[in-house]
């Protein structure tokens, strides 16, 4: 059984995580495949919008403990490999030159919750619910949980999740700023497709652009990032979307952007 499926219809992908008998954990053969399939997407010519979701009952429920059980006297000395193969997906997920979309539904925990945050977008169904798992288990995060828990919410209240690795439900998870919205289970897989659409038929060359910026506005001084949206912003200024942007604006109609 393939651990990660992709299907693309029209110019819209949608990555499912396929251990749906374990809510998706994260299993070696899990985790080559999401970085091989991202590095895969990610090259692509054709995809405007991406959604990531598991299947059935849960998003992704973290890594295999019963893994790390059955290797626990040798784990450390065998998980940077597979480490690094984690974080080249979640380098993926942030490199895409288009918008990605966690589809989330019930449990979303350890780098399952690294994954969400690297995309762009989430949507919860009501269902959902989010927890950092590490420390129960005796282990600090990985996945990049210490790096957008603290963008996301904050460094308290990063340091309170990872620490005391409490659940949170989606409503709490749409009050801390940790998804865009929470809608009923039975909407959530229509929403998502909804926002998919509305994303795919955007103007990706800008969207590539603004999704470089804020990935890089962490690590660059003010100058250096006022410099680089002025680029951006030029190269934009030459794409076919721009022209029809500002056309349409005037004409008063809906533009019509290819991508392009």
Not at 8 to 14: A, P, T
Not at 50 to 79: N, P, S
Request: glycine letters at 8%.
């Amino acid at each position: 059984m393939n651990t990660v499926l992709f299907e693309q219809n029209s110019s819209i992908g949608v990555m499912t995580f396929n251990r749906p008998d374990v809510f998706n954990a994260m299993s070696v053969e899990l985790i080559l495949a999401f970085r091989d399939v991202t590095a895969d997407i990610m090259k692509s010519n054709t995809v405007r919008a991406l959604i990531v979701r598991g299947a059935g009952k849960a998003f992704l429920a973290g890594g295999d403990v019963a893994h790390f059980y059955r290797e626990r006297d040798t784990v450390a000395e065998t998980i940077k490999p597979l480490g690094d193969a984690l974080h080249e997906g979640i380098i993926n997920i942030r490199n895409m030159p288009f918008p990605v979309i966690a589809e989330v539904q019930g449990a979303c925990a350890g780098a399952g919750l690294s994954v969400m945050m690297a995309c762009d977008f989430a949507i919860a169904g009501t269902a959902a619910q989010f927890k950092t798992a590490y420390t129960q288990i005796g282990l600090s995060p990985d996945g990049g949980s210490t790096y957008f828990l603290p963008r996301l919410l904050g460094m308290r209240k990063a340091t309170e999740l990872i620490m005391l690795s409490e659940t949170i439900n989606a409503e709490q998870a749409l009050a801390l700023g940790l998804v865009n919205r929470v809608v009923a289970n039975d909407a959530l897989s229509n929403d998502a497709m909804q926002l998919a659409e509305r994303l795919a038929a955007g103007a990706t060359q800008a969207y590539a652009r603004a999704k470089r910026l804020i990935n890089q506005s962490w690590n660059t001084s003010i100058k250096e990032h006022l410099d680089d949206e002025i680029a951006c912003f030029a190269d934009c200024a030459k794409t076919d979307d721009f022209k029809e942007g500002v056309t349409a604006f005037m004409e008063k109609r809906k533009p019509k952007f290819t991508g392009k």
